[in-house]
């Protein structure tokens, strides 16, 4: 049962070396391939699970956001590796272009999502899935349609969040497949409050995470998660054009069974960053106290802080996230996929 009177836990500011963690390492692939081939690679090391009626959990964004992953490699990835997959999304809990599920759908279409089904889960109502030694919930309002597929695909764009300092796995599966009226709200805000963004810090950090765990719970080991080091606003996807300007340099692609790690990974590739290039994403995420999202998805048996990081660019080498992050110029440069006279290239 959830605790009464929870306590938010602390230090969601304070960055722990990868030498001074403790338990168990998980294994996590890493390709600096930015591209179509070099994200079926990665999926290839952890699709084996993904069996069933499998659903894509991605961040598909505002209308017209600069940021998001490429189109055209999802699309390839689908084509190739997933022809029956579908991905879902949630309608959002904000005002936006997102909002109401006709909102939605015509945003998809502008952003160039209609090359395969994609499912708004939360269009037809919503279930819930419970919350194993949570303590915040007991159970956690999620899209109805979700419960309809066997597997989950969590592939995220890694960035900058304004509330949560990063976005990965976990914010693409806590706030992503809660729905757009109960689930959001009870993560952003207490009940009876007039601000519904009040709920931050530390104690947003462990209720997304309760979120994410109960998404996780229910696929089990039929679950797998990449993420895209790519376009790092310290914007999410969810402000669409009127994100922050990316300064923070592409790196690679991450994938994991393990979404502690695979969000640990990019965290401590960030921090280990050369001539302090990841600097801007750290200032993002100390200040929003973002790293409980780690140490409590930890605390929640979700997953390791301590990883073996295998290159698969360089016959499976095991590296360490400085390894990963030592070919990085600082600086961001632009690739084909960005803006063309203002607008995306899809």
């Known amino acids: 049962m959830a605790v009464l009177n929870p306590v938010p836990g602390s230090d969601g500011d304070k960055y722990v070396p990868f030498e001074k963690r403790e338990g168990g390492e998980s ?37 017209e956001g600069p940021n998001i992953i490429p189109r055209p490699w999802v699309k390839e990835l689908i084509e190739d590796r997933l022809p029956d997959a579908t991905i879902v999304e949630t309608n959002t809990y904000y005002e936006g272009s997102r909002y109401t599920t006709e909102q939605h759908r015509e945003t998809l279409k502008i952003n160039g999502w209609n090359f ?30 979700l419960a309809n597929y066997d597997s989950m695909l969590t592939l995220t764009h890694f960035k900058g969040h304004t509330m949560g300092g990063f976005g990965g796995s976990n914010k693409n599966i806590g706030i992503g497949c ?59 996807d969810c402000e669409g054009k009127d994100a922050e300007p990316v300064q ?50 930890k605390e929640l048996g979700m997953g390791n802080t301590k990883y073996k990081l295998i290159d698969i660019d360089n016959d499976d080498v095991e590296i360490t996230a400085t390894d990963a992050a030592s070919g990085v110029e600082p600086g961001w440069k632009a690739d084909k996929y960005n803006t063309f006279k203002g607008r995306n290239v899809f």
């Open 116 to 145: 395969c089904p994609v499912d708004i889960t939360d269009e037809d109502g919503v279930t819930t899935f419970p919350v194993h030694n949570g303590k915040w919930f007991d159970e956690m309002h999620v899209g109805k349609n």
């Open 248 to 297: 923070t340099p592409d790196v690679g692609i991450l994938a994991s069974l393990d979404i502690v790690a695979v969000d640990t990974a990019c965290v401590d590739i960030i921090y280990n960053m050369p001539s302090h290039a990841g600097k801007h994403m750290i200032e993002r995420i100390e200040t929003r106290h973002g790293l409980r999202q780690l140490s409590y998805m």
């Open 178 to 236: 809660a729905d757009g009226r109960i689930g959001k709200a009870e993560i952003h805000a207490h009940p009876n409050q007039p601000n519904m963004w009040d709920v931050e810090m530390e104690e947003l950090m462990e209720r997304m995470a309760e979120s994410t765990h109960a998404t996780v719970d229910h696929f089990g080991k039929n679950i797998s998660f990449i993420n895209v080091m790519r376009n790092m606003s310290v914007s999410c």
């Open 27 to 63: 294994v996590v692939y890493f390709t600096r391939d930015l591209s179509e081939e070099g994200l079926k690679r990665i999926y290839d090391r952890v699709s084996a699970n993904l069996v069933g009626k499998v659903c894509i959990k991605l961040h598909t964004g505002e209308a």
